[in-house]
Structure formats: C-alpha cells, structure tokens
C-alpha cells in the first residue's frame, strides 16, 4: 500500500469529541463499530448515494476504500466495498457510456483514446476530429447532467466553451432527480428546444410544459420489456434481457432512434459500420461485439453475446454463493461452463475464444488470473515521492510468472520479457507500437494472462493517498448549506473552481454568504428512495398497483422536531429552503429521523410549489400519484472531483400549512 | 396432504410489499381493496418489524361461523373460499375476522358495501377452474394449475411462505435451527410477556 | 262458582301447557349448511386428469421453490 501512514497520521487526530461533534455519533458507538469491524472479517461495506452525493463525497468514498484496506478486506471473497448502483443497468450506462470526460471503457478523451475508438468503430479519425468545432473541444470533459442548466444561464464570458447550450435531450432522464428545481425551470425557459425521450413524459411535462407553449418535443421510447440486450448489475455481472413484447403504438428502441436520428443528421453508415440493421433497429448482438472489440481496459471484452446467452439458459449450475459454474454443458452448443462466474463479471479479459471466467472479486490474489483473480494495478505511475508504487516482492496474484511488482503491459515490456514471439503473425502485426489497452487482436492480454498468468494492467500498490485530488488525504469540509456556523469556520469547504466541467463552480463563496443559515433554517434535510418508486417516478407513480401503496409526498419529520412547530402527523407543511423555494407535502412524524434532520423521497413530480399541475401533461398521461418534487427546493453545491450533485444534505425550515 | 397455510416470519420481512403488489397485479384487484397488506410495528425505531397479512384460512373460521347467508365453504385442503353470487355484502364477517381479511369495493348510502372479497390463496371460487367467469369474480386459480399463491412465491426474502403446512414446518424449524433464533414470534411470551423481554439468545456460532 | 273455577283451572292449565310449549329465547347456533355453488376439484382438468395424488406431489415439490436451504449450502 502506498501512503497509508499519512492516513494514520489524519486519523490521529479525530479524537473522541472531535467526532461526536462533526458527525453527531458518541464514542461508545463508534468503538462498538470499529470492534464489530476489526473482530468480524472479512466483512463488507455498502452504500448507495449516501456517500457520494456530496461536495466531499470523494473523499468519503475513498476513507470507505482505506478502511477497508486498513482491514484487510479488499480482493477477498465476502469483503470489498459494494456500492449499489440505482438503477437496472446504471452500471452498465457508466461502464460504455455518455460520460462527459470519456469514451466508452473510461479510456478518457485524449487524442490517442480518439484514435483507438475510431479504429474500433471503423471511422477515419480525421472525420470523427471534423464534426467537433475544435481538437480543445473534443478533448476537453464536457458538462455534467448535474450542472446543465448553469451551461444555459451562465454568462456566456464565465464558461469554457464558446456558445452556452441552447438544446438539451432528455434521454431517459427525470429532471426533478436533479438539485435546484427553482433555477432548473429558468433555463428550461431560455432553451431554443428540449427533447425528451422516454415511455412516460416525465416530469419535464409537469415542468417545461407549464413554462413554455413550444420547443418541447416527447419521443416515446420502448420500455426495457420492449426490446432485448445485455445489462450491468452492480457486482458488474452482465446478463442478457429478453424482449417479453413488441413495442407499443409509436414507441421505439432507444437503439433505433439513435440509428434514425443519425440517418437524419447523415451519418448512418459511420454509426453503423460495423452492425447490421434490420428495419431500421441495429442489431444488439452486434453492438454488444462492436464493445467487446474495443473495450479492453475494464475487460468487456470477453462477454459475447453467445456467452452470455449460454449463461442465462443454464442459470441452475452457478453457485449462488461463489456464482461459480459447478460443472454443467450447454445443450443447445454444448459449450462447456466448468468454472466460469456467471455473467462472466467484468474483467473478463480477452477475446471470447480466450474463455476468461470473469472476476467475481476484484484484487483477489489468492486466485490465479485466468480463474478471476487480480491485483491492484499499475494506474498511477512507477514511483512517486522517490518511493516505488509497483507492489513489493512477493506480493501477486496466485501462479503469476512474476512474483513482483510490474508495470502495464505493453509492446516494449513484452519484448523486454522475452514474451513477444509468443504472439501469433497476426497478433504482431497489430500488436506492434501498442498497449494491452489499444491493441485490437488482444494477443498482448492473452500471452500475459493466459501463457504467464500475469495482469495485464500491471502490479502495483494501492493508493491510500491520491495526490492528483483536491484533499489528497481524505478530510472533512462542513458541507455548504450547515446549520452549524462554528463547524463551517473549523473545516471550511473548498475554494471556488474558476473552470471546472466548463463552469465556474463554487465553494467558499455560498458557503461564506450563507454562514449563518442555521439560523433560519435550522433543520438537516436530506433526500432519498422508496422502495414502491423509482427515479422520477413517474413511470412507477403511473401503475395503480404501486400509486395506491404511498400516495402522498411526505416529509419524515421527529415528533419532537413537530410539536415544536404545532405539526401533527398528516398535516399538510410547507418546507422552505435558503433556495427560495417552498413545497407544500404531508408531515409523516415518525421516530425514523432525528429532531435534527428532515427526510423527503425523491420521486414525486406533479405538484409546483403548491399547485397541481396536472393540465401540463397530455391528456391521460398524467401519473395516478403526483407531488412536490423535493428537488425544486434544494440547493447549490457539488462534489469536488465529480461534479455529483449535494442532495444529501442542506438545510430548511418547516412550517404549517 | 395437510391443509394449506400462510405463514410470515417478522425475522425476515423487509417490508418491500411485493407480495402485496403481486397480488394487486396477478388478481387486479380494484383500488381500495387490499387483499393482502404488509403491517409495521415500532416502525422506525430498534426492533421495528413487519408481517404480511391476508386471509389465513383458519381452520374454525369466524367468518364461515357468523355469514348468514351461509356463502362461506371450505375445499378439501382447507382453503376459506365464498360464493359472491350469495354474499350480501353485510359486512358481519368483516366484524368477526380478527385479522381484517374481508375486504369491500363500495363505501355507498345506507351502508352500501358491494360483494365482500377477499384472499383467496389462489384458488379461485365455485365457478369453473380456470373459467373467464372465475378471473372476473375471485382472481387467478392457480392451485388448479399445480402453482402455489403468487405473494408466498415472490417474497424477495422467503418471510412468507405459503402451501402445505407439513412441508411449511419443516422449511421453518431447519430455518430457525440454523439461525439460532426467532421462532418466538407466536407464543406465549411474544402475546402476553413483557414488551422488551428479549428474543432467546442466539445459539453459539448460529447465523442470523 | 264451581263451573266458573274449572274454567279458570282450564284455562290456567292451558296456559302453564302453552308456556311449555314456547320456544327457548336463548339462540343456540347450527351449524350452516353452504348454500352455494358447487366448486371443481383442482386436480379435476387437463393437467392433472383427476389424479389427486399427482396434483398433490406436484404442489408439495413448487412448495420446496421457497425453501432457498435447497439451493445454498446451509
């Protein structure tokens, strides 16, 4: 591990009262914690948003990581961290997706990145370079979903592109997921159009179709039941959905609106180089290829659609503890499935005909690589400070030839190793000047993997220190709306960010100007899930079933918090927010929140500030269930590193009706 | 073949209400009518749990005793059915259930209530097995097509379990066996003990 | 008077036999007979043809779907 003694050196300092009074936990309780953690092992630990949906949630995120590794529990069977991702296939979004600072497979935006993923979709680089209006642009990270509303309102001098944004496309995407609702429908106001494209017309209906009369398109897209693919789980599992029935009315695949929009805007063949398609749907099978083709670095490489289709028809022979295959032969190929993880979770590297298990857990070095073990890798450098960040002697994945730490693996290393005549013809000649990463024939991955048993990404230390970030050690920062202005003078925020995700972002400056907000709003409100909903939810408020189990937005309020302000349980509350804005919900007092804090569930649309507004939606579109969204009243403030929005915790005020 | 059963164990239930939703779904159930309803005690501090209730199919039942219209029956492996066609819609065997299990889709004048209905355990009613009529009337029949109820089969965490109380026991004493514990959630000190009086202690080495 | 008391005593008597006679006010419950339709057996159709033994191991065998002891090892 690398710099794990400047961790011990910050926790030093966080003695018992320091604690209690930044997290409002008693020692008794954090020892029992820590007493439960160190005597338990190996144990795991698991969040959802909690942690990451703050102006410091990376450094959360990694203190979660090095504790974890103070333990002893990463790349052991029952330990990791084990973030639940929201959504069905949210992973899998992030993983070969719209990222704002990557191309698929978080290769980044640098020109060689370009090049490979041109290479891969087999379009001139030159061509990709001339539909961007400049190189800068096109390597540098874009605006986040986050943040897009300050892409359109900002002025125009402060951001760091030329025009602001003028069209925003909602694909799949709630708006009232997304902080300050109050300044959200200002730029929707000042857009030139908003596409939204979705089953159900989401809340943008309840939104953009109060405030505008044109401008604002829906494109009804199919649902997951309509169509077929391969999905992400959250244990990076990969499973392949079957289409149940045939689209609905107009709706169409996202996938198929994708290829019709591109034929419209005349870059159909470019898009589809290398998939086939059939009345105007591109065929999945063949997307899924395309990715297993170019997606080397997080091993997406080996999950064919065959493999994961042979999967899904023999899901009684994996073994739903170690999701290992015991035995088992597809009748249907007679493909044999001995030993491989189901849904062959990423990595799983090479090409399909490699057979790579899949990797159950990450960093596990008691397995041999090509049975899903690993190592930490080689990300960051050799050395850093004059100390060495490749793992020390002895310390490898099982059976590895190299039973020391070792770089990424590239062209020149396997030279230097002597490995190299282990490529095929072919595989040298596109082997040849490239990485593990950008070498189209995979060999550089199969002579380290399969003939040597060694990582292709190399063998390094874990970083416990990540000096490329703001805090390079994790510490505290109040977030920026605290009730608590002496805690906001001992661990203030960050500085403001002049051009950070093309934006000004800022820090201190809110925090300074709302120093002194406790005062008027006293109250921690937080946000989060339910379980009868999801997302936005107007997909899931629109079945009767699930409407009739909650069907009232509510906001959890402490029956102490509540009689203090003459709130009995079900009155109807207005809760106020230094944003401006005020919704107007039903009062649950219950003992699940402390008097502190205020808990609202995120996925009500429908109500504005205390009026319905059920005429914005199409006739008969609206939802059975709406509500105050409580993103309409939170507030300003993003993570650091991330851009990720602070919905966990800002301030209000409560009040009658 | 022993009769058929519900049971609910509070030491898994986790309060998702699909087994609310599935019924819902699988019977369509009209809004208002809740044949089947997940309830909360201690809801949100230490000790909070929760049970799925429906219809349980007792084996002297209230409701059958109390109908004056005699349209309660019971089939062969003790499923409670009725016979809609005879029901007034009284309301009298919704005042004897102790569990809540009559349900009525009309709150109309003079106490105007609409035929009672209820869990049937998916079995349908006295109409033709698997007939239009019977969905229409009682819901889906599936003990006719060799299923068991819809809520005990999608239990995310195998709390409610549902179908031959032999085979039921069996599943819950290996249950409680290998976890050491809550097997108490019926029984003389968990209906009259003292409220905090603790849960047995797990047993060495048991697993929750 | 004598024809007039053996009236009375008549009528008594006929009165004490009628009080006999009355129903108890106390209501002791029968059991019901159910007066409704006659419902099908559930093994009574094309899957099963009638063989109650095979509809009652098919159920107890979907009964085991909820024990997950089968799946996992303890």
Sequence with gaps: MFGMDKIRDEAMKWTADKVEEVSGVPDDQVKLIAETMAKNKPSTVVWCMGQTQHTTGNAIVRMMCNLQLALGNVGVAGGGTNIFRGHDNVQGATDVGPNPDSLPGYYGIATGSWKHWANVWGVDYEWLKGRFASQALMEKSGITVSRWIDGVTEKNELIDQDPNLRAVVFWGHAPNSQTRGKDMLEAMKALDTLVVIDPYPSATAAMAASARKDGVYLLPAATQFECEGSCTASNRSIQWREKVIEPLWESKPDHTIMYLFAQKFGFADEFTKNVKVTNNEPSVEDILREINRGTWTIGYTGQSPERLKIHMRNMQVFDPKTLKAKGGIDKETGYVLDGEYFGLPWPCYGTPEMKHPGSPNLYDTSKHVMDGGGNFRANFGVEKDGTSLLAADGSASKGADLQFGYPEFDHVLLKKLGWWDDLTEDEKKKAEGKNWKTDPSGGIIRVAMKNHGCHPFGNAKARAVVWNFPDPVPVHREPIFSPRADLVAKYPTHEDKKAFWRLPTLYKSVQDQFANVGKDYPLIMTSGRLVEYEGGGDETRSNPWLAELQQNMFVEINPKTANDRGIRDKDMVWVKSPSGAQIKVQAMVTERVGPDTVFLPFHFAGHWMGKDLIDSYPEGAAPVVRGEAVNTATTYGYDSVTMMQETKTTVCQIMKA | ?208 | MKPLSGAVCLVALAAALAGCGEKEQVVVYKQGQYQGKADGKPWDNESFSGDRGNWEATIKARNQNQNEYRRING
């Design chain 2, 1 to 208: 073949m022993a009769r058929m059963k519900f049971i609910c164990d509070a030491e898994r239930c986790i309060e998702c209400n699909g087994c609310v939703t599935a019924c819902k779904n699988e019977h369509e159930v009209p809004w208002g009518v809740n044949r089947r309803r997940v309830v909360t005690i201690n809801d949100g501090v230490p000790g909070e749990r929760s049970m799925s209730v429906a219809c349980m199919h007792c084996s002297d039942a209230p409701c059958m005793a109390v109908c004056p219209v005699d349209c309660f029956y019971r089939t062969d492996e003790g499923v409670v059915l009725h016979d809609k066609d005879l029901c007034i819609g009284c309301g009298y065997c919704f005042y004897a259930c102790p569990f809540g299990a009559p349900q009525f889709p009309q709150a109309g004048a003079f106490g105007l209530r609409g035929k009672m209905d209820k869990c049937t355990f998916c079995a349908g009613g006295p109409e033709t097995n698997n007939s239009e009529e019977e969905f229409r009337k009682y819901g889906r029949n599936r003990l006719a097509e060799g299923k068991l109820p819809l809520c005990a089969e999608v239990c995310s965490t195998k709390a409610l379990l549902g179908g031959d109380a032999d085979v039921l026991a069996d599943i819950y004493r290996q249950r409680v066996l290998t976890r050491g514990k809550g097997a108490d959630i019926w029984g003389w000190s968990t209906a009259y003990g003292k409220p905090d009086a603790p849960a047995t202690a797990p047993a060495a080495g048991g697993k929750s």
